[in-house]
Nanobody, 126 residues
Framework: QVQLVESGGGLVQAGGSLRLSCAAS????????MGWFRQAPGKERDFVAA????????YYADFVKGRFTISRDNAKNTVYLQMNSLKPEDTAVYYC???????????????????WGQGTQVTVSS
């Protein structure tokens, strides 16, 4: 039903920046709360950030520590994750997802989301 495609991942040095994008189709994007998660090999998929449909309400995991910013452009059906001051421990596959229509706020749990993208790899070298 809803299709999500992430892009913008890559290999960067510690202290560098990346901006991830997630393009949505097949649904009413402007009505969805959107989220970003990340998962390293052998580890759990962890919540990173979420943003309401209006773009005026956001929520971040503690480990972001002011380094990441989530935003969206409803006219482009796209959500972004600006990542600054990257650290090697940020290395993971990053996924975007749509929150369930009746999900709680803040939607910081894996099961608050129903549709997922394929993920984009972020690698931070030391």
């Amino acid at each position: 039903q809803v299709q999500l495609v992430e892009s913008g991942g890559g290999l960067v040095q510690a202290g560098g920046s990346l901006r991830l994008s997630c393009a949505a189709s097949g649904g009413t994007f402007s009505t969805y709360t959107m989220g970003w998660f990340r998962q390293a090999p052998g580890k759990e998929r962890d919540f990173v950030a979420a943003i309401r449909w209006s773009g005026g309400r956001t929520y971040y995991a503690d480990f972001v520590k002011g380094r990441f910013t989530i935003s969206r452009d409803n006219a482009k059906n796209t959500v972004y994750l600006q990542m600054n001051s990257l650290k090697p421990e940020d290395t993971a596959v990053y996924y975007c997802a749509t929150a369930r229509p009746g999900s709680r706020w803040p939607p910081g749990d894996l099961y608050d989301y129903d549709y997922w993208g394929q993920g984009t790899q972020v690698t931070v070298s030391s």
